[in-house]
């Protein structure tokens, strides 16, 4: 019997992963609300608009019917963090989720804010979909940019969850055709790193382009600065509960947070590069007129939020988190990068 995969949306990650899952042989359905990418996608089996060059196979069919989606035997959620929660309140109103018929992945990357402050994606996603799914999501992270997954670079995965056999089908769901895929059971650690990581780089952006304009800073300074980040990864992930700290020597942590960082592809290493190169914040008063204009950059740096949220969970749970406290001042627009970066470094001491 012909296995079904519904991935919401069709940004970068999600077409990367549809097109990985449907060269495996899968039926993928790709939802999503542009109905320019849908069309394009189903006419042209391309996807201009976020991976520009890359061919995608008949298999991967797109709809801008979210049922056509959850129509499938396994479902992968790749929203960005910014619109999550909207489409999770959708998701609850299908049956096949009502009755927990449907084995859910998450992509996403970041925290969510909630009433009781930001809050880490899975268990959110918990307080909104039925109690069929408490402790049976997976998460799924690892240094994956979606551009080299979708030409078939290869590229490790972990998927957590605190229900191991659905961590498990997952791995075998994603393994082959260039992924490995790795299960765990720290889905506090995976995702803690998945988010912090993205704060990191647009510090590792700025620390990047001012390498550029002094002598007194080089890979070097590069390197201590991601061995910093690390720290600070590890020490929020256990503040928040995680109990493995191998997961912050893995893919899932140090992989990820050094592809984040020195990848021409991230997007957050980029914003962080252009705060310095182009001056991109002097268009915005603080991080909120930021955030609520995020279009504007033109691509979407998912370390602005994080940085707002780590901030905020920092100072609920008292936790020290230099690098994360000094990127939200940047962006709101408190201090300058050229003497904010420099004081993060001096301070390792």
């Given amino acids: 019997m012909e296995t079904k995969v519904g991935v919401l949306s069709a940004g970068a990650w999600g077409t990367a992963i549809g097109k990985v899952l449907a060269e495996k042989g899968y039926k993928v359905t790709l939802w999503d ?42 479902l992968l959620v790749s929203t960005p963090s910014l619109y999550l929660l909207e489409i999770v309140k959708k998701l609850i109103k299908n049956p096949k989720i009502q ?4 084995p859910i992945g998450v992509l996403t990357k970041g925290f969510l804010p909630t009433k009781k402050g930001p809050r ?48 498990i089908k997952f791995r075998e769901l994603l393994s082959g055709n260039a992924l490995m895929v790795f299960s765990s059971f ?30 007194s800073l080089g890979t070097n300074t590069e390197s201590l600065l991601l061995a910093a980040g690390l720290n600070e990864i590890q020490s929020l992930g256990m503040a928040l509960g995680s109990t493995y700290p191998e997961t912050f020597t893995s893919i899932a942590g140090v992989g990820d947070l050094d592809v984040t960082c020195r990848s021409i592809y991230g997007r957050n290493r980029k914003f962080g590069r252009e705060i310095i190169t182009d001056r991109v914040l002097d268009r915005y008063r603080n991080i909120d007129d930021l955030i609520a204009n995020i279009a504007s950059v033109g691509y979407l740096p998912e370390g602005v939020m994080a940085a707002k949220w780590a901030w905020e969970i920092a100072q609920r749970i008292n936790a020290k988190l230099p690098i994360g406290s000094t990127v939200y001042r940047i962006l709101n627009r408190e201090t300058e990068p050229s003497l904010a970066i420099p004081a993060i470094l001096a301070a390792q001491q």
């Avoid at 009755?99 to 449907?102: C, D, H, M, Q, R």
């Avoid at 918990?126 to 109690?131: F, K």
């Avoid at 995976?190 to 382009?209: E, H, P, R």
């Fill in 99 to 102: 009755e927990g018929n449907i």
């Fill in 186 to 215: 720290d889905t506090i650690g995976v995702q803690t790193s998945a988010a912090y990581k993205n704060v990191v780089a647009i510090a590792f952006g700025m620390l990047d382009a001012l390498g550029e304009f002094t002598e």
């Fill in 33 to 74: 609300y542009m109905k320019n990418v849908v069309e394009e996608i189903n006419h042209s089996h391309t996807n201009s608009r976020y991976l520009l060059g890359v061919t995608l196979p008949p298999a991967l069919a797109a709809s801008e019917d979210m049922n056509h989606a959850l129509d499938s035997d396994y």
């Fill in 120 to 167: 880490l994606i899975l268990e959110v996603m918990e307080d909104y979909l039925p109690g069929f799914y408490k402790d049976n999501l997976v998460y799924i992270s690892g240094p994956s940019h979606a551009e080299e997954v979708a030409r078939g670079r290869l590229t490790g995965l972990i998927a957590a969850s605190k229900n191991g056999k659905n961590a």
